[in-house]
């Protein structure tokens, strides 16, 4: 049985000042296994964000289920931990509070919270940066410490939104490599969010595209690079051929969006 | 050298050259016999009667009892605007319940209340408290009715996603990220809570700088009333500058 | 509850438009204020309270027709609205001009902003008993003390509303050519109008506080002296209608100005 299984899913949301829905994901499949690294591409607004979230029970589905372990999806659980983009740091705290945080939520009673915020904050390279509140931080430093919040909870699955979104492309790339390498130590299931074609392709053993209008899953790539991935990769012919197949694939999003552009 | 150091401390040097030429201005239109002392008294007389005052006990004396009705009406202040403020930037039924109240609070000039009060609490203290504890709670209550409503969703949503519940957003997300609109808020009320209490002490009282004020005015003794005049513009800087200083402390984690 | 997930919020905003034809939070505005209304009209009879220091609705609206009908209710005002309106008119040509010279001068800021940040900041309707003293007890102690507090706020921001003005735009037009009077009448000036009158919006609650403070401190006539004059002889109900006025007054003026401010908003960014 897979770890996580969405099955028909679809979300809606309200369109603003009527009441109709709009329909943002509609009738998803996937299963994902154990210890998989799944990235997510698809051009803006296609229901990645949505996917996600509904896996980690910050939205409803209107129909169809994600059950993760076979237990249905319908709140945020402790089996579960998101990575957001850097805003989602709590100013006020420093680092270490910062890491502390979802322990706080979750009342982690296994071992001491600071402790194992310290630990944590190492494993991403941060040791010495404890007392830092974030606006002291880079842009990569910060989504360290996103990272390490979510790890330090010890979840099942990582969910990953655009962690990377709004760094330089070198930064992500550095980024994406330190990632994989505390990755490769537990191998936790990951869903990771991307626009960027190389990084879906760096990062996952799959790779699912989706579409919108209303936000589908067109295809799903299966990544045979090995692992360790090391950056020697990105220039090999395998890497490119992936790479065309993805810019292909999500061609015909770019030309539809062309079309929009125009007609308006 | 000189000029390097000059140039550094501009402000800081024709600002208080700025306050000395005013008050070296005040001392010669009265010698040059252009202004009667009687309107506007002298520096020195005023700096003299000053530490009359003073060694007699009667400045502190003043000094205190406004203080003393300032920190009153000042802590119930912050109090209920923080209360009612944390209430309706969490329920968004409370803030309906009670804007109408607010958004009368905010056009009526509270002082046009000031005789029911005295029919109310009689002349003295609590008047005095009743009327600076109104002059300051709008903006403590509307700062941080803002801070709450406006916590960041991002930050909610994060916190959601770790398993936080009610209860935990509202102490660990929203309550620390309004520390500084409050403090703000109480910056503004400090200098309100001032206003209503030397006012309230024009009025009646029986001690206090607002009291000595109006005492010294019936009697035409402007040199003693600009003593007391004096002290409350002195209080009133400091008193915001301290407060302007803790804005600063809790604000440190803002992106500058 | 505000901090829920918003998947309930929008679901009970759905089931509660479908019911009822006003939104939830101006019903429940509306059916507080009646709540009030109702407490203060009933708390007296039921001996609640003592209705000699509380009067009730009914009495007041009774009371604000006898006040308009005769009380002289005109002549005060017009005193009153006169000091308020000469203070105002005063302190607008000599804090607009002055704001604007310490906006653009740094050593014209850097001398005079110590005096003025302390009377910003101070309440100077301390300066009340003096005026009095200099001027007298009639209409010329409130006009100097509407003016005192007025000026002072709309001196600090149009001074900011001047500092704030797009060096980029300063800089196209000076390599157009422009003059420093150009500039400063095509580009400043336009440039800080809503700053001045956010000032003038601050600057309304001063000076309506100014006149009442004025007039409650020493005087014959005006709706300061009427609200003392019906405090102490306990008349709460037609106490209550002059500070009602005056409220309304003031909220008035304020929406007028604010509704200004809003216009040259939008008008600059069309
Ligand atoms: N809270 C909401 N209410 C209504 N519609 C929403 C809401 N959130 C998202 N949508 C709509 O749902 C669709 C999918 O949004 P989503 O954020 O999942 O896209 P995305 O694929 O993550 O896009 P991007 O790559 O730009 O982040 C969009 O059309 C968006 O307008
Ligand atoms: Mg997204």
Redesign the interface.
């Known amino acids: 049985m897979a770890q996580i299984e969405i099955r028909d899913l679809t979300i809606e949301y309200r369109k603003p000042n009527s009441d109709e829905p709009f329909v943002a994901v509609d009738r998803v499949s996937l299963d994902i296994a154990k210890g998989e690294f799944v990235t997510i591409v698809g051009s803006s607004g296609c229901g990645k964000s949505t996917l996600l979230l509904a896996a980690a029970g910050l939205v409803n589905s209107a129909s169809g289920s994600i059950t993760i372990n076979g237990k249905e999806v319908s709140d945020p659980g402790p089996d579960r931990a998101m990575v957001f983009q850097e805003a989602s740091l709590l100013p006020w705290r420093s680092v270490l509070g910062n890491v502390r945080f979802g322990l706080e939520m979750q009342r982690w009673k296994k071992d001491d919270p600071t402790e194992r915020a310290r630990r944590f904050i190492r494993m991403v390279g941060l040791g010495a940066f404890s007392d830092y509140h974030p606006h002291q931080l880079s842009g990569g430093m910060r989504q360290r410490v996103n990272i390490a919040r979510a790890l330090a909870v010890d979840p099942h699955v990582l969910l990953m939104d655009e962690p990377f979104g709004a760094l330089d492309a070198q930064t992500r790339e550095v980024m994406g490599d330190e990632l994989l390498k505390i990755w490769e130590r537990d191998r936790k299931t990951a869903l990771f969010v991307t626009h960027d074609i190389d990084e879906a392709v760096f990062l996952g053993d799959r790779v699912v595209v989706m579409g919108r209008d209303p936000g589908h899953i067109r295809e799903i790539i299966d990544i045979d690079l090995p692992r360790p991935r090391t950056a020697a990769m990105l220039d090999s012919d395998q890497f490119a051929a992936y790479r065309r197949r993805l810019r292909e694939g999500l061609g015909e999003d770019m030309a539809a969006m062309h079309m929009i552009t125009e007609a308006a | 050298m000189m000029t390097e150091l000059y140039r550094r401390h501009?402000?800081l040097v024709?600002?208080?050259?700025?306050?000395l030429t005013?008050g070296i201005l005040w001392q010669a239109v009265v010698s040059a016999g252009l202004i009667n002392p009687f309107?506007i008294s002298t520096p020195g007389a005023v700096f003299k009667e000053m530490g009359v005052q003073f060694a007699d006990g009667t400045l502190v004396e003043n000094i205190l009892a406004s203080l003393h009705s300032f920190v009153l009406a000042l802590a119930l202040a912050a109090g209920v605007g923080i209360g009612l403020g944390v209430l309706a930037?969490?329920?968004?039924?409370a803030?309906?319940?009670?804007?109408?109240?607010i958004w009368?609070k905010?056009?009526?000039?509270t002082?046009?209340?000031?005789?029911?009060f005295?029919?109310?609490l009689g002349y003295g203290t609590p008047t005095i408290v009743a009327i600076a504890f109104l002059f300051a709670l709008t903006p403590i209550y509307a700062n941080t009715l803002s801070g709450i409503?406006n916590?960041?969703r991002?930050?909610?949503?994060?916190?959601?996603?770790?398993?936080?519940r009610?209860l935990?957003?509202?102490l660990?997300?929203?309550l620390?990220?309004s520390?500084p609109i409050v403090v703000a808020g109480l910056r503004l009320g400090v200098?309100r809570a001032?206003?209503g209490v030397?006012?309230a002490e024009?009025?009646g009282a029986s001690a206090g700088?607002?009291y000595s004020?109006?005492y010294h005015?019936q009697l035409?003794q402007?040199t003693k009333?600009?003593v007391?005049?004096l002290v409350?513009?002195l209080l009133?800087?400091v008193l915001?500058q301290m407060l302007s200083w803790l804005e600063k402390k809790t604000d440190?984690?803002?992106?500058? | 509850m505000a901090m829920a997930t918003s998947k309930s919020t929008a679901m009970e905003g759905r089931a509660w438009n479908a019911r009822f034809p006003l939104s939830r939070s101006t019903t429940i505005s509306c059916l507080s204020v009646l709540l009030f209304f109702v407490v203060w009209q009933v708390a007296p009879e039921l001996g609640l309270v003592n209705g000699r220091f509380t009067s009730q609705p009914t009495k007041v609206a009774a009371a604000a027709l006898e006040v308009f009908a005769s009380d002289d209710f005109f002549y005060h005002a017009r005193i009153s609205l006169t000091e308020f309106v000469l203070g105002f008119a005063l302190a607008l040509v000599v804090s607009v001009p002055l704001g604007a010279l310490l906006g653009t001068s740094k050593h014209a800021r850097y001398i005079l902003d110590p005096p003025l940040m302390a009377l910003y900041i101070a309440p100077t309707l301390v300066l009340l008993p003096i005026m009095v003293i200099w001027l007298g007890i009639g209409m010329a102690s409130k006009v100097a003390v509407v003016f005192l507090g007025v000026i002072f706020p709309i001196i600090v921001n149009t001074m900011a509303g001047m500092r704030e003005a797009d060096p980029r735009l300063i800089r196209a037009a000076r390599s157009f050519g422009a003059s420093r009077l150009d500039i400063f009448t095509r580009i400043l000036v336009p440039g800080s109008l809503p700053s001045i009158l956010m000032g003038v919006r601050l600057a309304v609650g001063r000076g309506v506080l100014g006149v009442v403070v004025g007039e409650l401190y020493v005087s014959q006539v005006g709706v300061g002296h009427q609200l003392m004059t019906y405090g102490s002889s306990m008349r709460i109900d037609r106490l209550l209608v002059y500070a009602l006025v005056i409220s309304v007054f003031g909220y008035t003026l304020t929406s007028l100005v604010r509704l200004l401010e809003s216009r040259v908003r939008n008008w600059r960014t069309e």
């Not at chain 2, 002082?111 to 029911?116: H, N, Q, S, T």
């Open positions: 501009e402000a024709l600002g208080t050259l700025s306050l005013i309107f930037g969490w329920f968004p039924d803030e309906a319940a009670l804007e109408p109240f009368f905010y056009s009526a000039p002082i046009a209340f000031y005789p029911l005295v029919a109310w409503k916590v960041d991002d930050l909610v949503r994060a916190a959601h996603s770790f398993g936080a009610p935990d957003i509202f660990r997300v929203a620390p990220g520390v200098g001032l206003t030397v006012v024009l009025f700088l607002g004020i109006a005015a035409l402007t009333m600009m007391s005049i409350i513009i009133g800087v915001t440190s984690w803002r992106v500058p």
